[in-house]
């Protein structure tokens, strides 16, 4: 009996330091997951931030002040112009982030096309209801995402960061 018993002890002494070992390489791997995640984002609220107009209705000052209020984005000091043509992007970096305003008459055809040849992520910034004909432009890009308060913006600025 005493056999039994100490066999018994030994058993569960062993299966107590296995499982320890499985549930302490469990968090170690989810712990350093997740530091690796958080240094990512890190990494990523470096990029630059390009405000780009189309026309000179929605000219995004007010945004572009209000989120660099937050201390926490990398923002281009101007505002680019895009509306005539898209010579300005060849002078902006790659790894950034456009913010663009909506004009119902830009042709984005061609900002969507350089966009996705670069990678690059692209948050349209329109009022309410004020998108009728780009929709499936903007629906076949990944990265691009619809934002119509500054709110909503700087939501949308920090999950693209985060995923990007």
Known sequence: MNNLKTFLSDISL???????????????????????????????????????????????????????????????????????????????KNNAVYVVGYNKDYDYNNLFTEVKNNEIPIIIFANQGEIKKDWNLFNNYIYCDISNTTNRLAVILLNILKIV
Not at 26 to 52: P, T
Not at 56 to 65: A, C, E, F, I, P
């Open 14 to 92: 062993i299966w107590w330091i296995i499982s320890t070992f499985i549930i302490g390489s469990g968090i170690l791997i989810y712990f350093c997951k997740y530091i690796k995640v958080q240094w990512r984002f890190a990494k990523n609220l470096k990029k630059k931030i390009y405000f780009l107009k189309t026309s000179n209705d929605k000219n995004l000052q007010t945004q572009r002040d209000k989120i660099k209020n937050l201390h926490l984005f990398n923002i281009e000091e101007d505002i680019k112009d895009i509306s005539s043509n898209l010579t300005v992007l060849q002078n902006l």
